[in-house]
């Protein structure tokens, strides 16, 4: 069975800093694209960042583009995003997603970890 652990969502003043994690199991990790997506209130849930299996690419919604940065670590089955300069526009629930095409598309998604930007 797959899981998708996400962790590191908290408040936090705008200007600061989180970093966010996603720990994954039950699947072969390095052989998944990984994604963030984000969702706020009344809003649909849009993609923020990606990054290959090989972690070679990544890409960026042009929001955070500068501000941002995903990563991830192959052996440690974890995918990360650290957030800079967080805006409260930034405020919504993140979700990390696992996503690739063998045969047949194969997606998990997180269960959402809640980041909040205010003072």
């Known amino acids: 069975q797959v899981h998708l652990v996400g962790s590191g969502g908290g408040l936090v003043q705008p200007g600061g800093s989180l970093r966010l994690s996603c720990k994954a199991s039950?699947?072969?990790?390095?052989?998944?694209?990984m994604s963030w997506y984000r969702q706020a209130p009344g809003k649909e849930r849009e993609l923020v960042a990606h990054?290959?299996?090989?972690?070679?690419?990544?890409n960026y919604t042009d929001s955070v583009k500068g501000r941002f940065t995903i990563s991830r670590d192959n052996d440690k089955y974890t995918v990360y995003l650290q957030m800079n300069s967080l805006k409260p526009e930034d405020t919504a629930v993140y979700y990390c997603?696992?996503?690739?095409?063998?045969?047949?598309?194969?997606?998990?998604w997180g269960q959402g970890t809640q980041v909040r930007v205010s003072s």
């Open positions: 997603n696992a996503h690739r095409v063998v045969i047949v598309p194969e997606t998990y």
């Open positions: 990054i290959t299996s090989t972690g070679d690419t990544t």
């Open positions: 039950g699947l072969t990790f390095s052989t998944y694209a």
